[in-house]
């Protein structure tokens, strides 16, 4: 069973930037998609960014879509999420995925990490 661990979370000024890590156990990571997804208190857990096996084709929801940035480092089983002009709204506990697919659908991510929280507030 693969085990991901994320870092990077912290409180954060409007406006300001953030570098999430995912770092991630096992010989196969470089066979999945990875995938970043967040959830606020009172609400559903919703998608933010994918990115498949060879680090193309990232995929962003419409919210973050221009300020994050998706990346991997197969090297080093390590797939990043950097955030930058952070608004109130992405006042979120952030989660790490690993899917088979190229998907943004959460049921279709097995694996998942701890998460890590990201406060942005003045």
């Known amino acids: 069973q693969v085990q991901l661990v994320e870092s990077g979370g912290g409180l954060v000024q409007p406006g300001g930037s953030l570098r999430l890590s995912c770092a991630a156990s096992g010989r196969t990571f470089s066979s999945y998609s990875m995938g970043w997804f967040r959830q606020a208190p009172g609400k559903e857990r919703e998608f933010v960014a994918v990115?498949?096996?060879?680090?193309?084709?990232?995929y962003y929801a419409d919210s973050v879509k221009g300020r994050f940035t998706v990346s991997r480092d197969n090297a080093k089983n390590t797939v990043y999420l950097q955030m930058n002009s952070l608004k109130p709204e992405d006042t979120a506990v952030y989660y790490c995925?690993?899917?088979?697919?190229?998907?943004?659908?959460?049921?279709?991510?097995?694996?998942w990490g701890q998460g890590t929280q990201v406060i942005v507030s003045s």
């Open positions: 995925a690993q899917s088979g697919r190229f998907t943004t659908a959460p049921t279709a991510f097995g694996s």
């Open positions: 990115i498949n096996r060879s680090g193309g084709t990232p």
